[in-house]
């Protein structure tokens, strides 16, 4: 599986942002998708997920405000961010793998990132 994220850029705090990550192969519906971050100078950092069924899982300083979905016709998973902080400004990354996991190691196929960066 190939993963290429796309959507970022800058934005004043408040506002929205919506990321896509395209997958290549043919077993991309198969796949848990998540979607992480890292800030400069710190560690990678889950943000969500979302099984091949729709269940998803947010990490608590997103709930509320970001929303992933899927569409496995597309082999495209999104990440509408809504609401956005100075503190989201990351290299935001698409990853897709087996498990239902907020743990980055458990992903086996990563994007390349996306910059977001949240003005205050």
């Known amino acids: 599986v190939q993963l290429q994220a796309s959507g970022g850029g800058l934005v004043q705090a408040g506002g929205s942002l919506r990321l896509s990550c395209a997958a290549s192969?043919?077993?991309?519906?198969?796949?848990?998708m998540g979607w992480f971050r890292q800030a400069p100078g710190k560690e990678r950092e889950f943000v969500t997920y979302?099984?091949?069924?729709?269940?998803?899982y947010y990490a608590d300083s997103v709930k509320g405000r970001f929303t992933i979905s899927r569409d496995n016709a597309k082999n495209t998973v999104y990440l509408q961010m809504n609401g956005l902080k100075p503190e989201d400004t990351a290299l935001y990354y698409c990853?897709?793998?087996?498990?239902?996991?907020?743990?980055?190691?458990?992903?086996?196929?990563w994007g390349q990132g996306t910059l977001v960066t949240v003005s205050s």
């Open positions: 979302i099984h091949w069924g729709g269940r998803s």
């Open positions: 192969g043919r077993t991309f519906g198969s796949y848990i």
């Open positions: 990853a897709a793998g087996p498990l239902t996991s907020s743990s980055a190691g458990d992903y086996d196929y």
